[in-house]
């Protein structure tokens, strides 16, 4: 069995698509829990009325991505069995008929490991947006779809043997609330001697236009952008960036990491500024 957990917090039409998309899939292999965190556009109750297999857990709103996870996991271990998996998947990705078919076959030759699929664009579907791997390139001129090993996970879509939470402990909603859960949770595994792999044959889609304060990817407003900086939902928070680096970055390398890490920040910021206020800060 295949427990898949969806963090939501509203995006109602992207938790539609999500959930059509999982319908390729064999529904009696797949059980589905949708955490909806304080959505204020009716999620939970339209769920409800027309997804009636979607196990839904409530929040009040302050549990975000990490502790959606946290709460999920929770709930799937009461009534999980031994060789049952785990699978993440953010509500802005929409699977293909492979998408969970590729993960499976890599599980069942290697069961002690951690499988992502590969990311494209949501909008040409072609691009691959994977961070660490093949980044950028486009998914039609890869000569090469075997597994790839890698040293970190995005938790937009990935397979987790259940035994791994016995054995590591869940995901640290504490610490990293929202962004850098993911990352934390499987640098954690890695630690502890489970492998990570992308499965390049195992596609989603993911609309990006969708992602929260992330300048890299959508233009925000002056205020969002310095905002950004200190924001939960912010891929720039820099204060969870940090706390990341504490846990992963040895400690002859913290100082100057941390530095870089900052001056990256900043840079990203300044450089998503409107071109107006740029030419205001260079008179």
Excluded at 218 to 237: E, G, M, V, W, Y
Excluded at 261 to 269: C, D, G, N, Q, R
Aim: some cysteine.
């Amino acid at each position: 069995m295949i427990h898949i957990i969806i963090p939501v917090h509203n995006r109602l039409c992207h938790t539609i698509d999500c959930l059509e998309s999982i319908s390729l899939h064999v529904k009696s292999d797949c059980s589905v829990t949708v955490v909806d965190d304080g959505s204020t556009d009716g999620t939970a109750d339209f769920l409800n009325n027309n997804y009636q297999y979607v196990d839904i857990i409530t929040g009040d709103g302050s549990l975000f991505w990490t502790g959606c996870m946290n709460a999920g996991v929770e709930n799937v271990l009461k009534k999980a069995n031994i060789g049952d998996f785990i699978m993440s998947l953010n509500n802005d990705v929409t699977l293909t008929g492979c998408s969970i078919k590729e993960l499976l076959l890599e599980a069942k030759e290697e069961r002690k490991s951690l499988y992502g699929s590969l990311s494209l664009n949501g909008r040409d579907r072609d691009t691959n947006i994977t961070s660490h791997v093949y980044k950028s390139r486009s998914y039609a001129c890869l000569k090469d779809y075997s597994a790839v090993k890698v040293n970190i996970l995005t938790g937009r879509s990935v397979l987790y043997p259940i035994e791994i939470f016995k054995t590591i402990g869940n995901f640290d909603s504490i610490n990293f609330p929202h962004y850098g859960g993911d990352d934390e949770f499987t640098i954690r595994a890695q630690n502890f001697g489970w492998g990570l792999s992308i499965v390049p044959r195992s596609i989603v889609y993911v609309d990006q236009t969708a992602t929260g304060q992330n300048p890299t990817v959508k233009s925000l407003t002056l205020k969002l952008l310095f905002q950004s900086i200190f924001s939960i939902r912010s891929t720039n928070n820099i204060i969870v960036r940090t706390r990341l680096a504490n846990k992963i970055v040895p400690w002859y390398s913290k100082p100057t990491y941390i530095v870089i890490m900052s001056v990256k920040i900043l840079m990203t910021v300044l450089l998503s500024l409107p071109s107006s206020v740029r030419e205001l800060c260079k008179k």
